[in-house]
């Protein structure tokens, strides 16, 4: 894979109409999603002139949620390579050997590694591309080069420096945008963002603003899914001296089902017939199979904490007077200040009535998961080449511009944000091995193809 120093562009989109793109992909990201197919890319043996834009400085995935000992929630195997290429040198076995823990991983006797060793592995794979990535790039745009005489066959890529904030732009064939959810924050949090945090910046921005960790702080927890579990576990051993509340508008914390026959659904193969079932079948099978992934608990978490959770009961019947709590039924719709302290409006699920917390709070943690709609924002300026009203997909992910508008050869492609029409492995890093292939299949047909007749 060939590559080539980022230029800055003065010229106008339409100036560079028949100018050579200077690169034949872009990925804005580079996450896991466009790391597979730098992976697929170099296993094809593919050299094309490649640039991946990410706006972190350096690769690392899901920083604020690398707790100690969380596990990942899928085996190994289904790592940025094996269930594509089984030979290929980026497989997460192949990791542990040359970090020389093969062995002693397999003396583990589990197909979970931890968190933190499977951000390690995905950064010792994107070390292999550094020459190929620019960090610390924020993209803001993505445009069409338009000539007098056919259809777009260049895409103008706009970015800027996060640290010195100079603008940059490239050109390229193609495009793939992969630049995973934004923290989705349902709440108004207008004047309080000091005392309120989200999962996502949990590991990072907590410590800043609780710093002394024997104080008796008062925290809350908002949320019923893995996230929000996995931070009330945390901070019972971060904060020992403080008190947590969990609060869910669900019943009980619900177990995540991950048996054999309902694991099928993230089957790569699966793809296909989601994708060609009707708009309305594919909504009732996105919901009949959210407990999958969303706002569910991995069972073996779940019984940690309810072993923490019997051990107050054990010496304190009363469970108002417990250090660790979890509210069900109560759904946090607002916040209010209340001296130095928030205190959490409160919807009962179950009647509708309306309350304020009866404790108030340090600090508010909010387990509300992400939005997806970053890539409408960046390729607005695009949006009058379209086939339909919005950013819809084909199968290989590429937008559906219309044919009069944009050449063959030329294109966008999503990752990670097509759950309606792929699926719920959309967003998962389950599917990316295969789909790192499939992405380079359709970018890069003609030379694929050739090289599979070698």
């Known amino acids: 894979m060939a590559t080539m120093p980022l230029q800055v562009e003065n010229s106008t989109p339409r100036s560079q109409a028949h100018k050579e793109p200077q690169y034949d992909l872009v990925c804005i990201g580079f996450g896991p999603a466009s790391l597979a197919i730098a992976i697929a890319l170099h296993d094809r043996g593919i050299n094309a002139r490649v640039l991946y834009i990410e706006k972190q400085r350096n690769f690392i995935w899901h920083a604020g949620m690398l707790l100690p000992d969380a596990r990942m929630q899928i085996s190994f195997l289904k790592d940025m390579a094996t269930l594509r290429d089984p030979t290929s040198k980026f497989?997460?076995?192949?990791?542990?050997?040359?970090?020389?823990?093969?062995?002693?991983?397999?003396?583990?006797?589990?197909?979970l590694p931890l968190r933190e060793e499977y951000n390690d592995y995905m950064a010792w794979c994107a070390a292999h591309f550094e020459e190929h990535v620019q960090y610390g790039h924020e993209t803001i745009s993505v445009s069409a080069v338009h000539s007098d005489d056919g259809p777009v066959r260049t895409w103008q890529v706009a970015s800027r420096d996060t640290e010195t904030n100079q603008s940059n732009t490239v050109t390229a064939r193609n495009v793939v945008i992969a630049i995973g959810g934004k923290p989705r924050i349902p709440i108004p949090t207008s004047g309080l963002e000091s005392q309120i945090v989200h999962s996502s910046s949990y590991s990072t921005a907590v410590p800043q603003i609780l710093k002394a960790t024997q104080n008796p702080h008062s925290i809350a927890v908002v949320g019923g899914g893995q996230s929000s579990a996995e931070i009330f576990n945390d901070l019972q051993s971060r904060y020992p001296d403080s008190s947590v509340s969990l609060f869910t508008g669900a019943s009980a914390l619900k177990p995540s089902d991950d048996s054999p026959f309902v694991n099928e659904v993230f089957d790569p193969e699966r793809v296909d017939d989601f994708y060609r079932l009707p708009a309305e079948s594919r909504q009732q099978s996105t919901i009949s199979n959210k407990a999958t992934n969303y706002g569910v608990v991995r069972p073996e978490l779940l019984d940690r904490l309810y072993e923490a959770m019997y051990r107050q009961r054990l010496h304190e019947p009363n469970q108002s007077k417990w250090q660790f709590k979890i509210v069900p039924w109560r759904e946090v719709v607002g916040f209010e200040k209340d001296g130095e302290r928030i205190r959490l409006r409160l919807k009962?699920?179950?009647?509708?009535?309306?309350?304020?917390?009866?404790?108030s709070f340090d600090l508010a943690i909010l387990g509300t998961g992400y939005e997806r709609k970053g890539h409408e924002t960046l390729l607005e300026p695009t949006r009058d080449l379209l086939q339909e009203e919005r950013f819809a997909v084909e199968r290989d992910y590429r937008v559906k511009y219309r044919k009069d508008a944009v050449a063959e050869g030329c294109g966008v492609w999503l990752q990670g944000c097509c759950e309606d029409t792929h699926g719920l492995g959309d967003t998962l890093l389950s599917m990316l091995a295969v789909r790192g292939g499939e992405m380079v299949d359709s970018i890069f047909g003609s030379q694929t193809q050739q090289r599979a007749r070698l």
């Open 91 to 111: 497989t997460f076995i192949n990791y542990l050997k040359c970090k020389n823990r093969l062995v002693a991983f397999t003396n583990l006797s589990t197909f």
């Open 348 to 359: 009962n699920t179950s009647n509708g009535e309306m309350s304020v917390s009866d404790d």
